[in-house]
């Protein structure tokens, strides 16, 4: 049997894998497609062991780019039934690379593992404006997984500032909120006087416009931000 085992959750796909070997039994094989020819892959996945298990072979087709992978298909089709075989990459495969293209000439199942997101930008602002101190930075540590950028976290902590704010001085945009965010705005708004929330503006004003210039690390960029709000 051939899989096709793709996308960036390359853990997930491993543990795939190793289910499937769990399956099969025998000894798995991982090569690299540079490192072995069509002829030598097709020599590997028709010999069994000494016990007659048939082949379990890992392939990975990662970085392989615009490679003529014409002749690997070719003898891949070719190979026994009673081998498995797994062709896997630590990317998602487009609709244009040979493997999917061909996936049913080769009677292949395919398996995408895709990387989802863990963070959610709004659950930190949140924690930040709770001065829940603890889950403000695990939200953040999940934005930094994420490959989130403090110059897209900053932006949305202005926006939090505002909800407050506009609770705060009861300004006319407020009443025109939906419930929802109006009752956080509130909620939030009790927790800082008139003269932090100025405070906090003009210090994380300060803060953006350094950045901006190079004087700030983007790396301390969030934390010291989020420190500005939490002691005030």
Known sequence: MIYIVHGEDISKSRIMIQNQQNKCGGTRQEMSISSVTPEGLYEICCSNDLFGTPPFVVLDISGTGRASLEPYIEKIERIPEQTTLIILSNKQ??????????????????????????????KFVDAVFYKQRE???????????????????????????????????NSPSYNKSSGFIKNKARSQSLLFSEQQLIHIYEELRKLDMKSKIGEIDEDVLVPMAVEIVLNS
């Not at 999917?100 to 989802?116: C, H, P, S, V």
Request: no cysteine; glycine share 4%.
């Open 93 to 122: 495969l487009t609709k244009t690379n040979a493997f999917i293209k061909n996936a049913g000439r080769l009677k292949a199942k395919l398996n995408l593992n895709e990387l989802k997101p863990q963070s959610n930008i709004f």
């Open 135 to 169: 889950n403000a930075y695990l939200e953040l540590s999940k934005l930094i997984n994420d490959s989130v950028s403090s110059f897209e976290i900053i932006p949305m902590m202005f926006y939090g500032l505002r909800n407050v704010s506009t609770s705060k001085f």
